[in-house]
């Protein structure tokens, strides 16, 4: 991926999981990539891919199960889990 030089990495890399998302590649409940391979898959440093992990888990797009990864969040409609945010 080119990245274009005045917008930050982490937000580059959020919209391409966020579109991802929104087409199915990652369908709800399924497992967002992790830490380790946003990083190989991006070429971006650790603390960049957790930000992009961060920041989809504040806009609610995913919810994290500890020791198990990152999970993308329930469509519209569906009742909320206890770790839904």
Do not use: C, H
Not at 9 to 28: H, K, L, M, N, S
Not at 46 to 62: F, I, N, S
Request: proline residues 9%; without cysteine.
């Amino acid at each position: 991926m080119e990245f274009v030089p005045d917008i930050p990495r982490w937000r580059q890399v959020a919209e391409v999981i966020r579109r991802r998302i929104a087409d199915g590649t990652y369908p709800p409940r399924t497992r967002v990539p992790s830490v380790v391979q946003i990083t190989s898959e991006f070429g971006i440093a650790t603390a960049t891919a957790q930000k992009v992990l961060q920041a989809m888990r504040r806009e609610g797009l995913t919810y994290t199960e500890p020791g198990l990864g990152s999970f993308v969040s329930k469509q519209p409609g569906e009742p909320a889990r206890q770790n839904d945010a």
